[in-house]
């Protein structure tokens, strides 16, 4: 087909791969967290994993899997409903951590999913949505539903980009 069949920028949506690749990239990016910190040299990744498995216990996650320089966590959010909701972890329902070796040291890593949060309060916005919608009209069950979700979800979200990096690298840190 001709490019400009293909709309201003000729790309064809269906054959390039890496457009959707990218889209799905960044809709994922709303409910994963990734991050890393630079490692000291001095503890050995023993020493590092063994320092995230007592994080983990402190933030309630259980381990489901460690080897020698990875560990990951799974809690889904409706098996912790009296998890103290204080925890730098608490919206993150896996995980995982791991460490690499490169030219410029070493690097933990990570990888957090909040997929179960997001679904929680999508549905706590969809039922104000439904409510608001009955009582009043459906575009006033979007204006007020909206703003709930962004405040349940955005909210949780911002405190956690805050509080998960410094947490991190308290955790590895020498004590």
């Known amino acids: 087909m001709p490019a400009a069949q293909y709309g201003r920028t000729g790309i064809d949506p269906i054959a390039d791969e890496s457009l959707f690749a990218n889209l799905f990239e960044m809709i994922e990016n709303i409910w994963h967290l990734r991050g890393s910190t630079q490692l000291p040299s001095e503890p050995s990744d023993e020493v590092i994993i063994g320092r995230l498995e007592t994080f983990l216990a ?40 791991w460490i690499e070796k490169g030219l ?7 990888d957090l999913r909040s997929l179960h949060g997001l679904v929680f309060c999508l549905a706590g916005a969809c039922m104000m949505f439904a409510f608001v ?3 009043e009209d459906i575009a006033a069950g979007a204006r007020f539903a909206l703003p709930t979700f962004a405040w ?19 955790a590895v840190s020498v004590s």
């Open 104 to 110: 410029e040291g070493r690097r933990l890593r990570y």
């Open 58 to 97: 402190k933030q309630h996650k259980p381990i489901t899997e460690q080897g020698e320089t990875s560990i990951e966590f799974s809690s889904p959010l409706c098996e912790g409903w009296f998890t103290p909701n204080w925890l730098a972890l608490v919206i993150y329902d896996e995980g995982r951590f």
């Open 133 to 135: 919608s009955i009582v």
């Open 152 to 170: 349940l979800y955005g909210a949780n979200m911002v405190l956690a980009w805050a509080r998960i990096p410094l947490a991190v690298r308290r």
